[in-house]
């Protein structure tokens, strides 16, 4: 059970002193009957934060590992396509956890439930990353299409 900061009530059979310093002490973000709400929330952004981290340096490497194919073989690409599909999928998901983190904290002020603001987060960071990849995986589809003249399918003989 929570008291509520209510002017002039607060615990009963105490001192006027007492009874100011438990209204004072009463701003506490976090409050008993809320704590697996915070867990949840902190758990879901720091999610939100790993998968961004990962993204980042999957990013890194994918673009490098792609780039330094362009211009092999006689071939000419253009790596905007990687760069564009790396930098959509992490820097999505980081604009996406700040976003989150700060309307997290603002319910959390509020003395809001904030766990469905992070999941909801945590969704859409999923969704950017995914969208990048996809972006980064098409880029890459097209310039090996160039080299290769396309995806071959393998046909098996029958008889």
């Given at each position: 059970?929570?008291?509520?900061?209510?002017?002039?009530?607060?615990?009963?059979?105490?001192?006027?002193?007492?009874?100011?310093?438990?209204?004072?002490?009463?701003?506490?973000?976090?409050?008993?009957?809320?704590?697996?709400?915070?867990?949840?929330?902190?758990?879901?952004?720091?999610?939100?934060?790993?998968?961004t981290v990962v993204a980042a340096v999957a990013g890194v490497i994918a673009v490098a590992s792609a780039a330094?194919?362009?211009?092999?073989?006689?071939?000419?690409?253009?790596?905007?396509?990687?760069?564009?599909?790396?930098?959509?999928?992490?820097?999505?998901?980081?604009?996406?956890?700040?976003?989150?983190?700060?309307?997290?904290?603002?319910?959390?002020?509020?003395?809001?439930?904030?766990?469905?603001?992070?999941?909801?987060?945590?969704?859409?960071?999923?969704?950017?990353?995914?969208?990048?990849?996809?972006?980064?995986?098409?880029?890459?589809?097209?310039?090996?299409?160039?080299?290769?003249?396309?995806?071959?399918?393998?046909?098996?003989?029958?008889?």
């Amino acid at each position: 059970m929570t008291w509520s900061n209510v002017p002039g009530t607060g615990p009963q059979r105490h001192s006027e002193a007492e009874r100011v310093a438990w209204e004072q002490g009463a701003t506490s973000l976090f409050p008993p009957g809320r704590i697996a709400d915070r867990v949840s929330t902190v758990l879901l952004l720091a999610a939100g934060a790993v998968l961004t981290v990962v993204a980042a340096v999957a990013g890194v490497i994918a673009v490098a590992s792609a780039a330094t194919s362009c211009g092999s073989s006689g071939v000419s690409c253009a790596p905007g396509g990687f760069i564009g599909g790396a930098v959509l999928a992490v820097g999505g998901a980081f604009v996406v956890g700040v976003v989150t983190l700060v309307f997290a904290v603002r319910a959390w002020i509020r003395r809001r439930t904030s766990w469905w603001i992070a999941g909801i987060g945590f969704v859409l960071t999923v969704a950017v990353v995914t969208w990048g990849t996809v972006l980064f995986a098409q880029a890459l589809d097209q310039q090996r299409s160039g080299r290769d003249g396309g995806v071959g399918t393998a046909e098996l003989r029958t008889s």
